[in-house]
């Protein structure tokens, strides 16, 4: 069948056997008094166990192996992320610069303004090697002793992706000897793997931002725009106990942007809604896309994609084996839309995007589901799996859950939308 009789005809060729009602089980298993006032959705976050001083203990342990396994002789991080990841220390980025070496052997060392020393004192948990700067010095001076006193004289230096380029030129030039090279090999390979630990915290912001789109969902009305949805679940965050990240929300023909539209948008009966909301749990990220029709009964057109849009989905999940490629499941839930006349490719109409993407502290990190991605899949790898549907000028579907690979095989965080008027299991 070719794609222009499928999108002219909305006919699928392998026909779905759900029951479309009207929004009849959207809130089935909630009580409709939970969603009329963001005060009756209260923490779920007591429970909550932060990242140990062992488990980041075991984190410097293993860069410093893989450093020693790949020639580096020592790391350096900006602030941001990865600096948290390893350190457990959060520290806002600005022009002055506050920089983590960490060694192949021996302790952590810190870089940061004289007058920020109190404050980097209280936050250190591993080390106490500190070198200050005074507003009128390097601290590319600093960091370069700070190498040395490691002793580092000679050979590379690993540099984390993110670490802005000022930070770099100027470390470059107090010690031209060494050589500055990529820090992947490095930092990949630590955070793309996730610990039970972690996967338990993106499991508690899953849960979180499944309330809040609910929540976000009860609170549309005729007439709201984009930012009433987004307002709500930014509540429903902070009510449920979780840092709110985002809350797109786009209708009827905007939804055919994957990114949104920045055109004026009214709700009306019979819209189709396309969400993707997220948190963070101890600095762990949830993300989850739904896609709805607002407030009357989805139209044959609507349902057909719909339940194409979940079939390419369940199919990337059914292709998520240990020990295959990220791409095939890329590959698994684009031959769906490609078999049924979309695409090919990212053409339009189509999915215009990769399937999936790596996520963690991050809302994207390493481990895309992407045409030629080779990486294999191992236990502790969290991606989306997202494929979408986007008819310019009509409307798009998206669908994405999270999944996190075990020893027995792919996980959802969140379990797919059972059908289009649904969202939730």
């Not at 959060?90 to 952590?108: F, L, N, T």
Request: one cysteine or more; aromatic letters at 8%.
């Amino acid at each position: 069948m070719n794609r222009r009789k499928f999108i002219n005809m909305s006919a699928i060729a392998a026909g779905s056997t759900m029951v479309i009602g009207v929004n009849s089980g959207m809130f089935a298993q909630t009580k409709k008094s939970d969603f009329t006032n963001v005060n009756n959705l209260h923490s779920m976050t007591e429970d909550v166990k932060p990242i140990t001083l062992e488990e980041r203990k075991n984190r410097i342990y293993k860069a410093q192996q893989l450093m020693q396994q790949e020639n580096i002789d020592c790391l350096l991080l900006d602030s941001g992320t990865s600096m948290k990841y390893f350190t457990g220390i959060s520290w806002g980025a600005s022009e002055r610069p506050m920089i983590v070496v960490i060694p192949s052997k021996g302790d952590i060392r810190y870089i940061c303004p004289a007058f920020e020393e109190p404050r980097l004192r209280e936050l250190i948990v591993f080390g106490h090697h500190i070198y200050t700067w005074q507003e009128d010095e390097s601290p590319f001076k600093q960091a370069a002793l700070a190498i040395n006193d490691a002793g580092i004289s000679s050979g590379n230096i690993g540099v984390e992706e993110r670490m802005r380029f000022f930070i770099f030129n100027g470390i470059h030039k107090e010690i031209p000897q060494l050589n500055l090279v990529s820090g992947d090999p490095i930092t990949i390979p630590c955070r793309m793997i996730k610990s039970n630990a972690e996967i338990a915290l993106m499991q508690k912001a899953t849960d979180i931002t499944l309330k809040a789109i609910a929540f976000g969902f009860a609170s549309l009305k005729e007439g709201s725009t984009p930012s009433d949805f987004s307002n709500a679940v930014a509540m429903a965050h902070q009510n449920l106990g979780a840092r709110h990240q985002f809350a797109g929300c786009n209708f009827a023909e905007a939804s055919a942007f994957p990114h949104g539209s920045t055109t004026q948008q009214i709700l009306k009966k019979g819209d189709i809604v396309l969400v993707d909301c997220g948190c963070t749990v101890e600095g762990y990220q949830s993300d989850i896309s739904r896609t709805i029709v607002y407030d009357a009964t989805p139209t044959k057109r609507q349902v057909d994609f719909w339940n194409l849009e979940k079939r390419a989905q369940a199919a990337g999940f059914k292709a998520a084996q240990l020990g295959t490629p990220l791409k095939n499941v890329d590959e698994a839930a684009r031959k769906v839309l490609t078999d049924a006349g979309f695409g090919p490719e990212y053409k339009l109409p189509g999915l215009p995007h990769r399937t999936g993407h790596g996520i963690g502290m991050d809302g994207h990190e390493w481990g895309n589901a992407i045409k030629g991605n080779n990486e294999l899949l191992v236990p502790g790898m969290c991606f989306s799996i997202e494929p979408n549907i986007s008819i310019v000028g009509e409307f798009g579907i998206r669908l994405e859950d999270c999944v996190y690979m075990t020893s027995e095989g792919p996980q959802w965080f969140s379990q797919p939308s059972p059908s289009i008027d649904r969202p939730f299991v």
